[in-house]
């Protein structure tokens, strides 16, 4: 019998690890957060597109924290562009620090927008309870979501709490539909999650960016770490996050860049460009 080639000792690869896999970077936000600013929706720079997010962290983690720090920086990025972030809890102290205008239904929207405001926070407060609460949102939710479904809508929307978000149906398929097409209208969509497991699957096959903070449970590791790749190279990586720091990882999907980083700049109001063009097509028709 003839031997093959090769060294016939040589231990298998093992199929459990991505044997390309590089332990991300540490880098605070201050520093990453300009080649993320040139990065974002520029994955190919002959053809920029807007990009979707999903965003992971228990209350309290950083995850709208850190939103209101991309989309702040964002805005001088791309002061044309509008940005607004649904928010459905009866209060949070986050959206003062953030320090975009507060509206609470559309016509409100139009209006600030043709003042020149581009950045906001969709914010339908109501004081009820239950079932007659969660209709009072799907209904204001889908309708912002409808009127803004139209060619060159030019908006980055941010959905502050998707768990809820997900049990009003109405909002869900809209939802569905701005991950799978909203690319084709100029809608980019960013979904922020206590924990990935029970999301619809096009949460996570139709976001290119994913950021996740430390999980509280070390029951979720695995399925945390299996939304960056091989569970057995991301485990311990999500292990060595400092979570007193607010430590997360971000990962480009398409780029398989990915970096460790924290929010070491505090979180404040700042004055925003504003603009007067943009969404005037898009304001007339509705």
């Given amino acids: 019998m003839t031997t093959p080639p090769g060294n016939p000792g040589a231990a298998a690869p093992d199929y459990r690890y991505d044997h390309t896999f590089t332990r991300p970077e540490r880098l605070p936000w201050s520093q990453l957060a300009p080649q993320f600013a040139l990065a974002y929706g520029r994955a190919d720079p002959a053809d920029p597109q807007p990009e979707n997010m999903e ?156 950021v996740a903070f430390k999980p509280k449970f070390r029951s979720d590791l695995e399925w945390w770490a299996e939304a960056f790749g091989s569970r057995r190279d991301w485990m311990p990586v999500f292990d060595s996050l400092d979570a007193m720091k607010r430590e997360f990882l971000i990962k480009h999907n398409r780029s398989n860049t990915a970096y460790i980083s924290w929010v070491d700049e505090p979180l404040a109001p700042r004055e925003l460009p504003k603009r007067r063009r943009g969404l005037a097509q898009l304001l007339g028709r509705r």
């Fill in 55 to 210: 965003i992971f962290g228990q209350n309290t983690s950083g995850k709208t924290y850190w939103l209101g720090k991309v989309y702040q920086e964002q805005a001088f990025v791309n002061p044309d562009r509008v940005r607004i972030i649904v928010a459905t809890k009866p209060s949070d102290a986050i959206f003062d620090k953030i320090g975009f205008t507060i509206v609470s239904g559309w016509d409100q929207l139009v209006s600030k927008v043709n003042d020149g405001e581009r950045n906001f926070v969709f914010w339908p407060r109501t004081r009820l309870m239950g079932g007659p609460k969660k209709n009072y949102h799907n209904e204001k939710i889908t309708d912002l979501l409808d009127r803004l479904w139209t060619p060159g809508a030019d908006t980055d929307i941010a959905v502050d709490d998707m768990g809820y978000a997900e049990k009003l149906a109405d909002v869900k398929d809209r939802i569905e539909q701005y991950l799978r097409e909203g690319r084709s209208t100029g809608l980019g969509t960013a979904l922020l999650k206590q924990r990935p497991q029970g999301s619809t699957r096009l949460l996570q096959s139709e976001t290119h960016w994913t």
